[in-house]
């Protein structure tokens, strides 16, 4: 229900656009995030929006060069990453959740997608 694309391999400082398509129904009604994880560590809140697309949190190591934004005409949430560092190395998710607020809690969404690979060389 959630499609994830526009990973890569790019070198540091370059630029990437995440798209994630939805195909649940009542898409506006969903906060929507989108997560990363690293090899052998932890899935990490990234960056979620609100359901009207209002409000934003960004976590604090991609402030100022990451930003999520949504279009609920078209059931789509795009991740722009910019000046990009070896570090953001991993497979980024989108997510779906329905509650009120942001959260940075993995556990909280319902619906994932399937993850798309950032490689980011230096």
């Known amino acids: 229900q959630l499609q994830a694309s526009g990973g890569g391999l790019v070198q540091a400082g370059d630029s990437l656009r995440l798209s994630c398509a939805a195909s649940?129904?009542?898409?506006?009604?969903?906060?929507m995030g989108w997560f990363r994880q690293a090899p052998g560590k932890e899935r990490e809140f990234v960056a979620g929006v609100s359901r009207s697309g209002d409000n934003t949190k960004h976590a604090d190591s991609v402030k100022g060069r990451f930003t999520i934004s949504r279009d609920n005409a078209k059931n789509t949430v795009t991740l722009q990453m910019n000046n990009l560092r070896p570090e953001d190395t991993a497979v980024y998710y989108c997510?779906?959740?329905?509650?009120?607020?942001?959260?940075?809690?993995?556990?909280?969404?319902?619906?994932w997608g399937q993850g798309t690979l950032v490689t980011v060389s230096s």
């Open positions: 997510a779906a959740d329905q509650s009120a607020r942001i959260h940075v809690d993995p556990r909280v969404y319902n619906y």
């Open positions: 649940i129904s009542r898409f506006s009604y969903y906060i």
